[in-house]
């Protein structure tokens, strides 16, 4: 097969045809290759931490389907639980005894789950529009908090100053949400507690909830400042508001636990997607019991989904779950994610090249700029152009990255000593041209 993983003939011809019937020719605007340049290869099939496009390359993939993929594609084990699932029927809408299972594993493993409740949800978009009106029904109150920078998903209160790819595609907001749809999202820097608490002034007793990443990734991979998310628990619990986790990303991944148990501060409420439900749409949100019993049909925070904890979807998730619990993969994933770092920063500064390489378990980024990232307006001090150079290079030389600054990378349990290599040996021919270029 061949490494050069720019879109090809068959790829090209489908992306046309695509674009003709999808908008922008994606289902999703950060599948775009806009801010890099070029057209998007169309993927065929993954395995391990492959996947394969519609042109016959073979990749190495650092974007594991945006983050799911912990244990690497099409995991076998995973795969027959799916397949045995959907021998039974595909959905019933409808109460389930697998349903409780996962229920009862999720809240063993997450620390503010423990001894609380969970509702599963399709999306982690869901998961946290559901989590902050639970918020805002269970405090009464209606304004609420998140960073700049912090993609929390598409719903009309969160997209403002949103990330991953409404910066991407520089759009500041978006159309169609109105004013008043924002009028209770109040802004600041992420890694900025003393802003956190200069909001809580202004504004004493009005705010719901603060929803945070604990660790940034619509950003990039942007890690917590010692002390950032203690003083945060501190605020909320000053005030009276809600902590929210979104872990939609960190879930299971920066340790089994979230990165609640890596960092060991509880929220109030919990966000999840991506690994939990081992790479098929699903979300949760859960925590407290007294603030989860405020949710319909218990109390009088309404919220549902019809297709909410489908079979399949649990059977992903649930089976997901129990391996990562079974073989506790998490420290040789990590560890492999440090290699692969340290790798890229001895190539760039071999180089001449500025780079600043951020990690944090298995999720990883590097920005083309000097000086740490800490925040929303750090990232964007990277050399956009140069990156998009790096990711035409890098995806020609077999090395599948997200085609965007702003966007973290993801390793996973398949990814072994020759995909290291290999990625390694291009980032060295790409760095070299880089600085050759100026």
């Not at 997209?159 to 802004?187: C, K, N």
């Not at 690994?275 to 549902?304: D, F, N, S």
């Not at 790096?390 to 600054?405: D, K, N």
Request: aromatic share 6%; hydrophobic share 45%.
């Amino acid at each position: 097969m061949s490494k050069d993983g720019r879109a090809g003939a068959r790829s090209k011809e489908l992306f046309a045809a695509a674009s003709k019937v999808i908008p922008g020719g994606v289902n999703s605007p950060v599948r775009a290759f806009k801010s890099v340049g070029g057209e998007p290869p169309f993927i065929r099939k993954a395995t391990g931490c492959h996947v394969i496009t519609e042109d016959g390359a073979a990749l190495v993939d650092y974007v594991g389907s945006w983050g799911p993929a912990l244990l690497g594609h099409a995991h076998p084990e995973v795969v027959d639980a799916v397949c045995r699932a959907a021998r039974d029927g595909l959905s019933f809408g409808a109460a389930t005894a697998a349903e409780v299972d996962f229920a009862e594993l999720i809240c063993s493993l997450v620390p503010s789950l423990r001894g609380g409740m969970v509702r599963l949800v399709s999306s982690g978009t869901e998961a946290t529009m559901s989590a902050l009106r639970l918020a805002r029904g269970y405090t009464g109150r209606s304004k609420i908090i998140k960073c700049e920078g912090g993609y929390h998903g598409h719903a009309d209160m969160l997209l403002v100053a949103a990330g991953s790819g409404a910066a991407t595609l520089g759009i500041p907001g978006s159309a169609g949400v109105p004013g008043e749809a924002v009028r209770d999202t109040l802004l600041v820097p992420y890694n900025d507690a003393e802003a956190v608490a200069a909001r809580f002034a202004e504004h004493p007793g009005e705010i719901a909830a603060i929803i945070v990443e604990p660790v940034a990734g619509n950003m990039g991979c942007v890690p917590p400042r010692p002390g950032y998310l203690e003083r945060l628990r501190s605020l909320c619990t000053e005030h009276g508001a809600v902590l929210i986790f979104d872990e939609v990303m960190t879930g299971f991944r920066v340790a089994l636990g979230g990165a609640q148990e890596r960092f060991g501060i509880t929220p109030d409420l919990t966000c999840l997607g991506k690994i939990v439900g081992g790479g098929m749409p699903v979300g949760a949100y859960g925590g407290r019991r007294e603030i989860m019993e405020k949710i319909a049909p218990l109390g009088p925070v309404y919220q549902a989904g019809t297709l909410s904890g489908n079979p399949l979807s649990v059977a992903a998730g649930l089976k997901t779950l129990e391996l990562l619990e079974r073989d506790k993969p998490h420290a040789a994933i990590e560890a492999a994610t440090t290699k692969l770092c340290a790798g890229l920063a001895e190539s760039a500064a071999a180089a001449g090249v500025a780079w600043t390489g951020t990690q944090v378990g298995s999720m990883f980024s590097g920005f083309f700029c000097t000086g740490e990232v800490w925040n929303y307006v750090d990232a964007q001090g990277s050399d956009l152009e140069r990156f998009a150079r790096w990711h035409g290079e890098m995806l020609a030389r077999g090395v599948y990255l997200a085609p965007s600054q702003f966007e973290a990378g993801f390793m996973s349990a398949a990814h072994d000593e020759a995909a290291i290599e290999q990625t390694l040996t291009a980032a060295a021919e790409v760095f070299a041209l880089l600085a050759a270029a100026g």
